[in-house]
């Protein structure tokens, strides 16, 4: 694919589907329970037990927005008490890796980001 229909991918739509994308998956928790979910089924207390500083709040915020993206599935048990599970659905599971590859980007780059921002910081009253 050549270098400018890459970039029309990105801008394509006034960059309204990247932008709502990179809205969800770039809040503080979506990932954190996207990779916590990678290969498991689990309850919603080992969920928030595996994702250190997540309020419960948040996490039932996370789940749902995911469960209508159709990201996450969600099993309820007609158990006393209830039992509820979340699992990733395949189309949760294909964002693994490119979060992955995100996240390595964001490792190797780090260092120079934040060296930019210092020199930049300290150039600019």
């Known amino acids: 694919m050549s270098k400018y229909r890459r970039s029309c991918l990105i801008r394509g739509d006034g960059g309204r589907a990247i932008r709502g994308i990179l809205d969800r ?11 916590t979910l990678d290969g498991e089924r689990m309850r919603f ?4 037990q595996r994702i250190p500083g997540i ?3 948040m996490l039932t915020r996370t789940v749902r ?4 993206d159709g990201l996450v599935s969600r099993t309820a048990f007609a158990e006393v008490p209830p039992r509820v ?23 190797d780059n780090n260092p120079d980001i934040e060296r930019n921002q210092t020199a930049y910081d300290t150039e600019r009253p």
Do not use: C, F, N
Not at 25 to 35: E, M, N, Q, R, S
Not at 45 to 48: A, G, K, M, R, V
Not at 65 to 68: D, S
């Open 45 to 48: 207390t080992e969920l928030q």
């Open 25 to 35: 998956i770039g809040d503080k928790w979506t990932l954190l329970v996207v990779a």
């Open 55 to 57: 309020s419960q709040r």
């Open 65 to 68: 927005h995911l469960e209508r």
């Open 85 to 107: 599970e979340y699992e990733l659905t395949a189309m949760g599971r294909t964002l693994i890796e490119p979060a992955v590859a995100l996240a390595e980007w964001a490792v």
